[in-house]
């Protein structure tokens, strides 16, 4: 469903957007308004990724672990991404990102959904379940060189 609408429904959602601005202002000024929105686009990319390329910096010499500054780095290359698109409803989309106060908004869902998806064994999301051994008890423990189970502790 997902993919649909990302490469049906969206793309047709855009197309129309961009008819109806030239069926309004007219063809040249449409495209120059697109070229136009492209190049603060990339000047706010690039302003908003040294911003938080300096803020990661900071981060790792204070010995903190940059979490924050990830995620803003990982929403501003995805606004970066979308301002390549021509269109109106991705730059809008791409320049709410970019802007800090609207990305705070968007860095809190993704964290959430990042949290929502660690399991409850400390990992990032790559199983929900257990580790189990070859024979499938819970609790076995395998060694990392695939050598057979030690059984429980």
Do not use: C
């Amino acid at each position: 469903m997902v993919l649909f609408l990302l490469f049906i429904v969206f793309p047709v959602v855009e197309l129309y957007v961009i008819i109806r601005v030239g069926s309004s202002i007219g063809f040249l000024n449409t495209l120059g308004l697109i070229v136009l929105v492209a190049v603060l686009g990339s000047w706010l990319v690039k302003r908003e990724g040294i911003r938080v390329w300096t803020k990661f910096n900071r981060s790792v010499l204070e010995g903190r672990v940059p979490t924050r500054e990830i995620v803003d780095g990982v929403l501003i290359m995805m606004a970066g991404a979308l301002l390549l698109v021509p269109g109106f409803v991705t730059d809008v989309f791409a320049l709410l990102v970019l802007f800090p106060p609207t990305r705070l908004v968007f860095r809190r869902m993704l964290m959430r959904r990042a949290e929502s998806g660690m399991t409850i064994m400390g990992g990032f999301g790559v199983s929900q379940h257990p580790p189990q051994s070859r024979n499938g008890r819970l609790g076995d423990v395998i060694d990392t060189d695939g050598t057979e189970p030690h059984g429980e502790l």
